[in-house]
């Protein structure tokens, strides 16, 4: 989106009449990529559901102290980040799992979610994400599969280039020795 578009978005979003309508707009441009950001944390559906709905409910309360430092969509995804990593804090799963435990929670997903299907290659290599500390794995899938720059994570997850550059490789090497 360009900063044109997104700079009257964000205008609607703070005016209390068309508030409504540029919010249905906000989730319909955004929600899909948040959804798959946040599935791709918590695994789950139905989790995913409910944080991407938490989400929302706090850019909805935020957006009057948004202050446009960042691209909205970066700002969403921060939000999105925070709602997954907080809703694995409360709930305590997949953590740290040890490689069988990461196969069997993926081949759990894969028997019983009707929302989530893979090849045995796609399969493995979420296995081998599922084995990555919570940061690596958050860091690993922005960059790998969203395609995101290192600089706009650096935005949305607060954190420096440098170390989200040697985070990624650490991963990298995590996921090659998976495999290896």
């Known amino acids: 989106m360009d900063t044109t578009n997104e700079a009257l978005l964000l205008e609607q979003l703070r005016c209390e009449a068309t508030r409504h309508a540029a919010f249905g707009v906000l989730v319909e441009r955004y929600g899909e990529r948040l959804y798959w950001h946040i599935r791709k ?11 991407l709905q938490n989400t929302f409910i706090k850019a909805w309360e935020g957006i009057a102290g948004f202050r446009g430092n960042a691209q909205l969509f970066t700002w969403l995804f921060r939000i999105a980040t925070n709602e997954s990593i907080t809703f694995l804090n409360h709930t305590k799963r997949l953590q740290h799992l040890t490689i069988g435990d990461a196969r069997q929670a993926l081949s759990n997903l894969c028997a019983t979610d009707a929302h989530f299907c893979a090849t045995d290659a796609q399969q493995k290599l979420q296995a081998a994400i599922l084995t990555l500390p919570e940061r690596q794995r958050i860091v690993f899938n922005m960059r790998y599969f969203d395609e995101m720059p290192y600089e706009q994570i650096s935005e949305v997850l607060g954190v420096s280039v440098g170390a989200l550059k040697a985070s ?13």
């Open 41 to 51: 944390i918590v695994l789950q559906h139905a989790d995913a559901d409910d944080v």
């Open 168 to 180: 990624y490789h650490i991963a990298e090497q995590k996921i090659k020795k998976y495999f290896g």
